[in-house]
């Protein structure tokens, strides 16, 4: 079974539009950690943000906002007026107790000028 | 610029041969993580070293090994090479201790392509 679980494999928005990216995770453990990465066309992996299992509130960052939902297992990402630059694959990731680091299998993210 | 190392950035080998990637962790990181990431897999975890000792293993295969340095670099050899070989390898590094809690910060990638 997945750990982490992106069922939107692909999304294509109008540059201004709001989008929301799904994930949904897998864990027994009652501390973990839950992350974004965002793979822009250069390929390089960037950090976008980390949340512990004990926080559940929403973080907002300028155009990026993060709803974490343990009741749901849920920790989903939304940009809001989305622009081209947003471009790229995102992943969502979830790091247990047992050390290992397990990735969603991305979502690509299509901004049309 | 993350911080992280990596080289070569692209390889190119042939079936049965081996190699072996290198990668600098930030400075002050002590864990190295790696990762192979190709079309039909996605991103996989690898192995996890922590101040020169092994701390967790995925999906390596057992072709492939890696090891950790005392100067903190790693370096992950693998051979017999395959073409289901080819793909992205990613190195990351992190400030974690025992526990991988800390973000990860990822270098540029290693594209191994096998013919």
């Known amino acids: 079974a997945q750990k982490v679980t992106q069922a939107q494999t692909e999304i294509s928005v109008v540059e201004k539009e709001d989008v929301t990216l799904d994930c949904v995770y897998e864990?027994?453990?009652?501390?973990?950690?839950l992350f974004w990465y965002k793979q822009p066309p250069s390929g390089e992996l960037v950090f976008l943000i980390r949340?512990?299992?004990?926080?559940?509130q929403n973080e907002i960052s300028g155009r990026y906002s993060w709803n974490f939902q343990k009741s749901t297992s849920s920790f989903n990402f939304t940009i809001t007026a989305s622009q081209v630059v947003d471009s790229a694959v995102y992943f969502c990731?979830?790091?247990?107790?047992?050390?290992?680091?397990?990735f969603g299998t991305g979502t690509s993210l299509t901004v049309i000028p | 610029d993350s911080g992280v190392t990596q080289t070569p950035k692209h390889l190119i080998t042939a079936t049965g041969q081996r190699v072996t990637l290198r990668c600098s962790p930030r400075?002050?990181?002590?864990?190295v993580y790696w990762y192979q990431q190709s079309l039909d897999q996605g991103l996989q975890f690898l192995i996890q070293?922590?101040?020169?000792?092994?701390?967790a293993k995925g999906n390596i295969l057992e072709r492939f090994s890696a090891q950790q340095f005392p100067d903190l670099h790693s370096e992950l050899n693998l051979s017999s090479l395959e073409l289901g070989d080819s793909a992205l390898y990613f190195c990351?590094?992190?400030?974690?201790?025992?526990?991988?809690?800390?973000?990860?910060?990822f270098g540029p990638g290693t594209r191994l392509t096998v013919l």
């Open positions: 864990t027994r453990d009652t501390t973990y950690y």
């Open positions: 990351a590094s992190s400030s974690s201790g025992w526990n991988s809690y800390n973000e990860q910060f």
């Open positions: 400075s002050g990181d002590l864990s």
């Open positions: 990731a979830l790091s247990e107790a047992g050390n290992q680091f397990y």
């Open positions: 070293y922590y101040n020169g000792e092994e701390r």
């Open positions: 949340r512990n299992s004990f926080d559940e």
